[in-house]
């Protein structure tokens, strides 16, 4: 079973950084791309940022030039991050795998995956 556990929220002031990590376990073969989403307060789910398993980025316009994306394909992790953090960037920011595929010798299971959330609050 995959899993994938997520560290680093916590509650900062405005104008400081964190660094968000999310480690995917399990027999694991491959991981196509991994990311972060947030979800405020009555808010969806949004995309903050992904990466490819070849180093491809993407980031959503709110976090561009403050927040920065990169993985370990070797240990299976991604890391946010995050500084010049606004109050607007409070949420639960949630790991994503998508295109995992896993198993053992005689099978094989292609999937996507989620973290917990982790918290994560600006103050003014």
């Known amino acids: 079973q995959v899993q994938l556990v997520e560290s680093g929220g916590g509650l900062v002031q405005a104008g400081g950084s964190l660094r968000l990590s999310c480690a995917a376990s399990?027999?694991?073969?491959?991981?196509?791309?991994m990311g972060w989403y947030r979800q405020a307060p009555g808010k969806q789910r949004e995309l903050v940022a992904s990466i490819t398993s070849g180093g491809t980025t993407n980031y959503a316009d709110s976090v561009k030039g403050r927040f920065t994306i990169a993985r370990d394909n070797a240990k299976n992790t991604v890391y946010l991050q995050m500084i010049s953090l606004k109050p607007e960037d409070t949420a639960v920011y949630y790991c994503?795998?998508?295109?995992?595929?896993?198993?053992?010798?005689?099978?094989?299971?292609?999937?996507?995956?989620w973290g917990q959330g982790t918290q994560v609050t600006v103050s003014s």
């Open positions: 399990g027999n694991i073969f491959s991981i196509g791309a």
């Open positions: 994503n795998a998508a295109g995992v595929w896993s198993g053992g010798y005689y099978s094989r299971n292609l999937g996507d995956y």
